[in-house]
């Protein structure tokens, strides 16, 4: 076929996609919601907003100062993937799409065996714990909510909000609307804090319809190796490839594994350089870890991660996360 | 040249001179049409943001058709990680949206899938001059790139149509 037949041909093809496509009557008033969920842009210099960031920052100030006072001695920090250390679970109302604000989620801490931990459910959620686990080839694909808990959950939302907070340790998750992609799957953006960095969390219905995150892919980073296959495993040291963007091109990377009461075990973590200034550079880097020992009591599924820790406070930016198939 | 200077109390003009070719342009290489619904509105509220409210209405169709095409393919390549990790699962993938599937032929869907399966410089390039008919100085501008970079990535992605195209007959 010659080029002029393939120049038609593709001009009758996009005349035909794009003449059927009519913008929806609402997205004027869309746009502007948008940006008034971002903050008029005219009205940034204002003496007006100026007033209302500066009150806002000194009852921030106070509020955080009370906190520390309030809160008992010792490094109350938290690293990813802890929270799950303590059987913390989360539910929440199905409804709760995007503000962090009027949020109703809850959390109980509960100790014990597996399928003994405890979860508050408010009166209007729809999140339920389900005794019934996934399969084992579902458990391959599962990042969050770990597949040993109770922890299920009835939204995709939901199950975002639960990664990004408890996993992923966001300091203000800001969770968007769920993007179908077949009828059992698709993402949900969240955002560590309003206007922060995006990161895509997928998700999947699995063991009857509750959901699960099954990765996660921080806007600037991307992790092309390891691929998913038939031979896919941790191998020690664990290769990762990618490109990233990312203070001082800093990325850090953890192979986690859980045990079956929730409690995190690192098999291994360094970091990775990528680019720190636009556009992304690739990175590439072994990751000292070790392999999990014969008997050990694990998940057989664990968690590769990487993240971009904040300059200023050291919480997660965004995070990439797959899971990752652990040698036994 | 006098610049005449557009406040976002002026969107409205915005967005009835560019709103609808630019749904257009990203349904050229994204399916969902709610996906470059919301690409073009994060388009314009970048570039609002971007420009402090302000923006120069002979810039403003360049900047929001960058913005669209770095969207959309940000888009594309979150999609293609996805699309890797469901290849996992048990279930099928993303399925071409429902308006694909039953309001195009048999060549459109073709044309389509094989533009979209090209290296990013090279469809945009072609979704730019085929769609919009932007001369290569225009394209440049948009992408970024020099004149003769467009017409590298229009010539090679029209031999890779030709290729992928003849491939399937």
């Known amino acids: ?18 003449s059927s ?9 869309r746009i502007n919601e948008k940006l ?4 008029d842009p005219m009205d940034l210099s204002s003496t007006r907003t100026r007033w209302i960031l500066g009150v806002a920052a000194a009852i921030v100030l106070v509020a955080a100062l009370l906190a520390g006072l309030m809160l008992p001695g010792g490094d109350d920090r938290t690293e990813i993937g802890d929270t799950a250390d303590r059987r913390t679970t989360t539910t929440e109302d199905s409804t709760t799409t995007t503000e962090p604000s009027g949020d109703r989620t809850t959390t109980t801490e509960a100790s014990g065996a597996p399928g003994t931990s405890s979860t508050t459910t408010p009166a209007s959620s729809t999140t339920t714990t389900q005794p019934a686990g996934p399969s084992e080839t579902d458990q391959s694909q599962i990042v969050w909510p770990r597949p040993s808990s109770d922890v299920r959950f009835d939204t995709p939302e939901a199950a975002a909000r639960s990664f990004a907070r408890y996993y992923a340790r966001f300091r203000d998750p800001v969770v968007g609307a769920f993007r179908p992609g077949d009828s059992r799957s698709g993402e949900v953006p969240v955002h560590a804090f309003a206007g922060g960095p995006e990161t895509t ?23 092309t190796s390891p691929t998913p296959g038939p031979d896919f495993s941790l191998g020690c040291p664990q290769h990762v490839a990618g490109t990233a963007l990312a203070f001082e091109g800093t990325v850090q990377v953890r192979i986690d594994a859980y045990q079956p009461d929730g409690s995190r075990v690192e098999l291994g973590s360094g970091f990775v350089t990528g680019s720190g200034s636009p556009p992304a550079g690739p990175y590439e880097g072994n990751i000292s870890c070790r392999l999990t020992r014969s008997g050990e009591n694990v998940e057989p599924t664990g968690i590769l991660t990487l993240w971009e820790p904040s300059a200023e406070d050291g919480s997660t930016l965004a995070i990439t996360a797959i899971p990752l198939p652990l040698v036994m | 040249m006098m610049v005449t200077m557009a406040a976002t109390n002026d969107l409205e003009g915005l ?10 342009l990203a349904s ?49 390549r979150k999609q ?33 899938a094989a533009l979209r399966s090209l290296p990013a410089r090279q469809r945009e390039v072609l979704a730019l001059r085929y769609y919009l008919d932007l001369p290569e100085a225009e394209i440049a501008a948009t992408l970024g790139i020099s004149a003769g970079s467009v017409k590298t990535h229009a010539h090679r992605g029209l031999a890779a149509l030709a290729r992928r195209v003849g491939e399937d007959r």
């Open chain 1, 21 to 29: 496509v009519e913008p929806s009557p609402d997205a004027l008033g």
């Open chain 1, 1 to 18: 076929m010659n080029v002029e037949d393939v120049e038609d041909r593709l001009r009758r093809a996009i005349e035909a996609r794009t």
């Open chain 2, 80 to 112: 293609q990680v996805r699309r890797r990790w469901l290849q996992r699962a048990t279930l099928p993938a993303d399925q071409p949206g429902a308006d694909v599937a039953t309001m195009h032929g048999d060549d459109t869907r073709t044309m389509l």
């Open chain 1, 201 to 223: 969390v997928l998700v999947r219905q699995l063991a009857g319809d509750s959901w699960f995150v099954i990765g996660a892919q921080a806007e600037h980073i991307e992790l």
């Open chain 2, 15 to 24: 967005y009835r001179e560019h709103y609808r070719s630019l749904v257009r």
């Open chain 1, 36 to 39: 008034s969920d971002q903050g």
């Open chain 2, 28 to 76: 050229v290489l994204v399916d969902d049409v709610a996906t470059c619904e919301e690409l073009v509105q994060d388009a314009f509220v970048a570039v609002l943001r971007r420009s402090g409210g302000w923006v120069d209405d002979d810039a403003a169709p360049a900047y929001l058709r960058s913005a669209v095409l770095n969207g959309a393919r940000s888009h594309l």
